[in-house]
């Protein structure tokens, strides 16, 4: 939902960054403000996934140049733990396996490690099971999954409804979903969809990093951004995305 | 006291004073005038000998231990943190002396004897005999040969023919004296048929150098089964050399739960001998190591008899300039057809000067059989890491957690579970980054 008043999260200026001695995003601009759900699409290769791992802060991925304030902090100078405390919170593309470690460890952990920030209590076992549960009706998510190792012999989909779980536990201010749709069947995406759409809030912000416009049936964005060449070169409403599915990435590269 | 006129000083200094125990058993007393011979004949091992290679016990050597002296009463408060509550007996040995005091074992079985060597020599000679000193060689092993001279206690569990003891019993060897050199020993005689669980425990007070030589001895009977856990827990300055042989009757079956954790320099040699057709055996090891730690295992499963199977899984962990050997030596002898044995050594580095000396080593002399191995030395996964930081947790809790759960697998199946509860803590404390959690 676009307000005019609404409270600026994030800014990004210039941005440059490289990945593996390349340079893969090159001057990149993006304003997100509360309440908003932005789009960035683009072809394979066009540098959204590193734009998504940089603000995370994926060691590999190291920044050259611009800048990144969230809500009035410069993330570049953060660990990706404090950028994660900080209410930042990236959904991967590839979520890992973390065989040995339980995902209800796992998430509880995570959940309690960002718990004080907000002036809330740790849960202990029993309480966060409860919490992890209701959670996952929202996702349709079989509860067995807390006791299997992070992501372990996940499929795809499941692997992708565990990272939109978390995003469901850990309530961040600003949410980047990399490829969330990728790998999903159609039922596995409305759900996933649905369970995105239910998170969003007046207070909150969401990107989609997507390849293709499928998801964008059941998560309506405010913006779309075009991404070519690690750059934003064309932005719009809803309908951009659509013209995209129509017309092709080529019709922005030719524009 | 016996002339002493070893061939090395070393040796020499070790036996400087010795005197033959007296058991009033002769084949005892033969069997520790053998390995005195032996120990006087042998020579200290060093790294020009391929079974200790990468394990320079120069240190050890440089240091004169004495027998152990009278030792202070321990209380058993003192020692609550190594007691497994889930124990049905308990024999507490003291700088290698045995200490009624701290141990228990009434209340057993039907059938089950926990007690001391020399208090079962009488009463259970004829069960004895035929085990003491007859599966550890000290032919060639000098830390056998010097354990076997010195025997005069040790501990001795019997479970008898068709015999269950439910509850686990531990054998806990606290070290407490400076300089001090002990022989624990130790005899399990599982009878056919029978079940028993074993908690082998060397823990150290304080840091003080001392040393440990210790051996022990199990022989699973005919379809008996026995799970041996054994953890090494010694304090940071101690020398700790042990020898495991397992001897294993047909259809027995043996799981082996070997934990290293402490230790200036430690060797643990397991040899489990399948002597009868279709044993089963399960060796799981892990080591946990920091600082200037040496942890050396040697393992040797010896495929004698067909339809063998055995599982080997052993894990090092080494941080700070550790260095960690592992040799797993699998045997295949000729007519031990349909063998099926496999092995994995997984080895995690948490730092640059860690290391680690893997080798696997199959000697396979019957053709129709299935043996696998595997290694892998590696450091902890940076998209783990990554993936763990991004969720909140600071770089040094992503690091033990996942150092934990490379250990977990190992951990997760030592059929005790407070020592598991134990060790989750222990590996958790032990790899405890600089950085607060």
């Known amino acids: 939902m676009i307000r005019k008043d609404a409270r600026l999260l994030l800014e990004v200026k210039g941005l440059r960054a490289k990945v593996g001695g390349a340079e893969i995003v090159k001057g990149l601009d993006l304003v997100v403000r509360a309440g908003e759900v932005h789009a960035i699409m683009g072809p394979n290769g066009s540098g959204k996934s590193t734009f998504a791992k940089t603000l995370a802060g994926h060691p590999a991925y190291e920044v050259t140049g611009g800048t990144a304030v969230f809500e009035g902090r410069s993330i570049f100078e953060m660990a990706p733990e404090e950028r994660a405390r900080a209410g930042l919170f990236l959904g991967f593309q590839y979520p890992v396996e973390i065989p040995g470690v339980s995902n209800s460890a796992f998430l509880r952990l995570a959940y309690n490690t960002l718990q004080p920030a907000r002036g ?27 006791d299997r190792s992070v992501n372990e012999g996940f499929s795809g989909g499941e692997k992708k409804r565990n990272e939109i779980l978390q995003m469901a536990l850990l309530e961040p201010r600003f949410a980047i979903l990399d490829e969330t749709d990728s790998g999903l069947d159609i039922d596995a995406l409305r759900v996933v969809a649905n369970g995105v759409n239910h998170l969003a809030t007046p207070d909150n912000a969401i990107v989609l990093v997507t390849h293709y416009q499928r998801m964008l049936n059941y998560i309506v964005p405010d913006y779309v951004h075009v991404m070519e060449g690690g750059r934003i070169v064309r932005t719009g409403g809803k309908t951009l995305a659509e013209e995209l599915e129509a017309r092709g990435y080529d019709w922005v590269r030719a524009a | 006291m016996v002339s002493v006129a070893a061939k090395h000083p070393y040796i020499e200094a070790l036996l400087k004073g010795y005197e033959a125990p007296r058991s009033g058993a002769s084949w005892l007393d033969e069997r520790r005038a053998q390995a005195l011979e032996r120990a006087n004949a042998l020579t200290v091992p060093t790294t020009r000998d391929e079974e200790w290679r990468f394990t320079d016990i120069t240190p050890l050597t440089r240091l004169s231990f004495r027998p152990a002296a009278e030792t202070k009463p321990l209380a058993l408060s003192g020692l609550s943190r190594f007691i497994a509550p889930e124990a049905g007996a308990r024999l507490v040995f003291v700088d290698g002396v045995f200490a009624p005091g701290l141990s228990a074992t009434t209340g057993l079985p039907r059938g089950v004897v926990v007690s001391t060597l020399a208090a079962a020599l009488d009463a259970h000679a004829g069960a004895i005999e035929p085990h003491l000193a007859r599966h550890a060689e000290f032919e060639r092993e000098v830390f056998t040969a010097l354990n076997t001279a010195h025997l005069r206690d040790g501990a001795f569990i019997r479970v008898g023919r068709n015999c269950a003891c439910p509850a686990p019993v531990q054998l806990l060897h606290v070290s407490t004296q400076k300089e001090a050199a002990a022989y624990p020993r130790c005899l399990v005689i599982a009878e056919d048929g029978s079940d028993c669980t074993l908690i082998e425990d060397y823990a150290g007070l304080g840091d003080a150098a001392y040393f440990n030589d210790a051996v022990t001895e199990v022989v699973v009977g005919a379809g008996a089964r026995v799970r041996h856990a054994r953890v090494q827990r010694e304090a940071a300055g101690a020398f700790h050399i042990a020898t495991c042989a397992v001897t294993l009757a047909r259809d027995a079956r043996y799981a082996s739960h070997a934990v290293t954790l402490g230790a200036r320099l430690s060797r643990f040699n397991l040899i489990v001998t399948q002597q009868g057709e ?8 892990l080591a946990l190591i920091s600082g200037r730690q040496l942890a050396d295992t040697h393992t040797l499963m010896d495929h004698a008899q067909p339809h063998g199977r055995c599982r080997q899984l052993h894990k090092c962990i080494a941080g700070g300039a550790a260095h960690a050997v592992f040799n797993g030596k699998i045997l295949v002898r000729p007519g031990a057809q349909l ?25 396979i002399f019957a053709d129709d059989v299935k043996c696998a191995h595997g290694a892998t030395v590696g450091q902890l996964d940076a998209e783990q890491l990554f993936y763990l930081r991004s969720r909140g947790l600071s770089e040094g809790r992503a690091r033990n957690l996942l150092t934990y759960a490379f250990a977990a697998e190992v951990v997760d199946r030592i059929p005790v579970p407070s020592l598991v509860a134990q060790l989750e803590e222990t590996v958790l404390a032990q790899t405890q980054a600089a950085e607060p959690a």
């Open chain 2, 278 to 285: 279709g044993a089963e055996v399960q060796m799981d090891g």
């Open chain 2, 339 to 363: 063998t099926d044995s496999s092995q994995q050594s997984r080895n995690l580095l948490l730092s640059d000067k860690a290391h680690v000396d893997t080798k696997p080593q199959l000697e």
């Open chain 1, 120 to 146: 809330r209590d740790e849960l202990d076992p029993l309480e966060f099971d409860d919490l992890a549960r209701e959670k996952m009706k929202l996702l349709d998510m079989d509860p067995a999954f807390l």
